[in-house]
């Protein structure tokens, strides 16, 4: 099992650029989550979905969007980026909301 | 409602020496309560959980957490440091039905 994974590793980008970072996870979870890891500040949950068909905000939504494509498979665009959304982004799966949760190696953004 | 509090940013230790490192929660339902390790560069993995079973709770690489509720806290212990050990640790806290909010993560330092 590769458990999460996210592409890509890193990236850089030029303000007002769009791109979109891809998870992927096979253990068969029905919950995924997309956060944000800043110096000081903990993780803060961007968006959030309980199960296939659903997404929700979470603390720190704006600028963001998200679309659970499948089961498997949990995408965070970023449509216009600015310097502030220079972070790293962590996805995450797990079984229930309340369950333990299982990290991917993160994607490293630096926004320009 | 939920939060968790993490007392000291940075925790600084003899190779050797006890560790602890203080988790306070609030919350408004029975809490589970989780720790994880973060290493550098890499996303989180789970340490333990305490999710209303023993108030002990034995994780992975000797750490072990001690679930009060009359003090609201969850601190994690390990008897005797290794260099190994340096890494950033993050207490959550969720219940039943709720998504776990993370602390901001305490940095073990271990001196040689």
């Known amino acids: 099992n590769a458990g999460v994974t996210q592409t890509p590793k890193f990236q850089v980008l030029k303000t007002g650029q769009s791109m979109t970072l891809q998870c992927a996870q096979d253990?068969?979870?029905?919950?995924m989550y997309w956060y944000r890891q800043d110096p000081g500040m903990g993780l803060r949950l961007i968006y959030y979905?309980?199960?296939?068909?659903?997404?929700d905000k979470g603390e720190v939504p704006n600028g963001y969007n998200v679309s659970r494509l499948n089961k498997r498979e949990f995408s965070l665009r970023l449509e216009s980026a600015a310097p502030s959304q220079t972070s790293v982004y962590f996805c995450?799966?797990?079984?229930?909301?309340?369950?333990?949760?299982?990290f991917g190696p993160g994607t490293r953004l630096t926004v320009l | 409602a939920q939060s968790v509090t993490q007392l000291g940013s940075h925790v600084s230790v003899s190779e050797g020496a006890l560790v602890l490192l203080r988790c306070n929660y609030s919350?408004?339902?029975?809490?589970?309560l989780f720790w994880y390790v973060q290493y550098p560069n890499q996303g989180l993995q789970l340490l333990l959980k305490?999710?209303?079973?023993?108030?002990l709770v034995k994780g992975i690489n000797g750490f072990e957490a001690e679930f009060k509720k009359s003090e609201t806290s969850f601190h994690l212990t390990k008897p005797s440091a290794h260099m190994s050990d340096a890494a950033e640790y993050f207490c959550?806290?969720?219940?039943?039905?709720?998504?776990?909010?993370f602390g901001r993560g305490t940095s073990l330092i271990v001196h040689p």
């Open positions: 995450a799966s797990s079984k229930q909301g309340q369950d333990t949760q299982y």
């Open positions: 253990m068969n979870h029905n919950s």
């Open positions: 979905s309980a199960s296939e068909g659903t997404t």
């Open positions: 919350s408004s339902v029975p809490p589970y």
């Open positions: 305490y999710t209303s079973a023993a108030t």
């Open positions: 959550a806290v969720g219940g039943l039905g709720y998504i776990p909010t």
